[in-house]
């Protein structure tokens, strides 16, 4: 069956646990994981060293448009980092994330 995960940029702890439980409580996703960490990267013309935090999020790719409408109207980058990469799991656990999406 497969599923997705989708690695979710944001500014700081608030915006990673709005954003992902929004999501969650929306049924566009099955769960969320949020974490710190250390991102440089190109931005402006300018390297930029910035503390981030990550929302790791499990889905079916039948969300993926939604997810990312949803994620670029509230999130405050002007350029969210939204990427998606499509797994494989145990079968009880695909199956779960399924059963709890809409």
Not at 26 to 42: D, G, H, M, R, T
Not at 45 to 58: F, P, T
Not at 64 to 90: F, G, K, T
């Amino acid at each position: 069956m497969g599923f997705l995960t989708i690695y979710i940029t944001h500014p700081d702890q608030a915006t990673a646990e709005r954003i992902s439980g929004a999501l969650v409580r929306e049924k566009l996703v099955a769960c969320a994981n949020c974490f710190p960490i250390q991102s440089a990267y190109w931005w402006e013309g300018a390297v930029q060293n910035e503390a981030e935090w990550v929302s790791l999020v499990k889905t079916i790719p039948a969300h993926w448009e939604e997810l990312v409408a949803y994620v670029e109207q509230h999130h405050p980058y002007d350029l969210p980092c939204i990427m998606r990469a499509e797994v494989s799991a145990n079968a009880a656990y695909e199956q779960w994330i399924a059963e709890q999406v809409r």
